[in-house]
C-alpha cells in the first residue's frame, strides 16, 4: 500500500521563476492538504484540496495556487519566487468525514531559492 | 487564534532514560492531536493520534496524554534509544476546520549512546 508520494524531492530555483510540487495521496484518501516548513519551524497550513476544490486556505499570498484532479493527486504551483520560498514542502492526505483517522505526510519537496 | 507551543526546543538524554515533551495549545476547541517524528530533511511520520475525547493512547514504548482542559499533552517514550533521536512534532486539528493541523515548532531530541 504507497503512502503519500511527492516530486521531485529536491529543487532549485532562482529569484522571479515559477514552480510546479506533485503530490500522490495515499490509496483510498481523498483530500490533500499542502504545508510549508521552514528551516527549524514547524509546517505551516497553505490550503487543502476535495472534490478538485480549494476548500481551506491558510495565510498565504495568491503567488501560492494549487489543483486537484480526477484521481486526488494535487499540484502546488508558486509563481514569482522569493528567497522567503525556501522550504520544505510538505503534503497530506486523509479521507474526508474520518476526523478520528491521522493525516498522512510524504516526504516532501526541498526547494532552494537562489 | 490557535497557538501551539513546545518546550523544551531541545532535549539531550543518555540512552536508558525516558524522555517527555510536551506541548501546549491556546484553543481547547479540538478534533484531536496528533504527535509526529521528522528526521533530518525527512517528511513527517505519524506516531500516535489522540481523540479529543480521550485522555490517553499508547503505542509500544511511547505513550501520549491530553489535558483538553488546561490546553496541555505530553508524549512519553520509555527507555530512549539512540534511534530516538529526532525532531518530534504535535500538531491539534481544530474544531470547525477542514483538517488543518496547527503545529508547534518541535522538541529536537538527541539520545547519546
Known amino acids: 500500500d504507497a503512502g503519500v508520494t511527492q516530486s521531485p524531492t529536491h529543487l532549485i530555483k532562482t529569484r522571479g521563476q515559477q514552480v510546479t510540487l506533485r503530490c500522490s495521496p495515499k490509496?483510498?484518501?481523498?483530500?490533500v492538504s499542502w504545508y510549508q516548513q521552514a528551516l527549524g519551524q514547524g509546517p505551516q497550513f497553505i490550503f487543502q484540496?476535495?472534490?478538485?476544490?480549494?476548500?481551506q486556505r491558510g495565510n498565504f499570498p495568491d503567488r501560492f495556487s494549487g489543483h486537484q484532479f480526477p484521481n486526488y493527486s494535487s499540484e502546488l504551483n508558486v509563481n514569482a519566487l522569493l528567497l522567503g520560498d525556501s522550504a520544505l514542502y510538505l503534503c497530506?492526505?486523509?479521507?474526508?468525514?474520518?476526523?478520528?483517522?491521522?493525516?498522512?505526510f510524504g516526504d516532501g519537496t526541498r526547494l532552494s531559492i537562489l | 487564534k490557535q497557538e501551539v507551543t513546545q518546550i523544551p526546543a531541545a532535549l539531550s538524554v543518555p540512552e536508558g532514560e525516558n524522555l517527555v515533551l510536551n506541548c501546549s495549545f491556546t484553543?481547547?476547541?479540538?478534533?484531536?492531536l496528533q504527535w509526529f517524528r521528522q528526521d533530518p530533511g525527512k517528511g513527517l511520520t505519524s506516531l500516535l493520534l489522540?481523540?479529543?475525547?480521550?485522555r490517553e493512547q499508547t503505542s509500544g514504548r511511547l505513550n501520549a496524554s491530553l489535558d483538553k482542559s488546561s490546553g496541555r499533552s505530553t508524549l512519553y517514550i520509555a527507555a530512549s534509544q539512540p534511534g530516538d533521536s529526532a525532531t518530534y512534532l504535535c500538531?491539534?486539528?481544530?474544531?470547525?476546520?477542514?483538517?488543518?493541523?496547527?503545529f508547534g515548532a518541535g522538541t529536537q531530541v538527541v539520545v547519546t549512546p
Open positions: 497530506a492526505s486523509s479521507l474526508s468525514g474520518h476526523s478520528n483517522q491521522p493525516q498522512h
Open positions: 490509496s483510498g484518501h481523498d483530500t
Open positions: 484540496y476535495y472534490e478538485e476544490e480549494e476548500r
Open positions: 484553543d481547547s476547541a479540538i478534533y484531536n
Open positions: 489522540i481523540q479529543s475525547s480521550q
Open positions: 500538531a491539534v486539528r481544530v474544531r470547525g476546520s477542514w483538517g488543518k493541523l496547527q
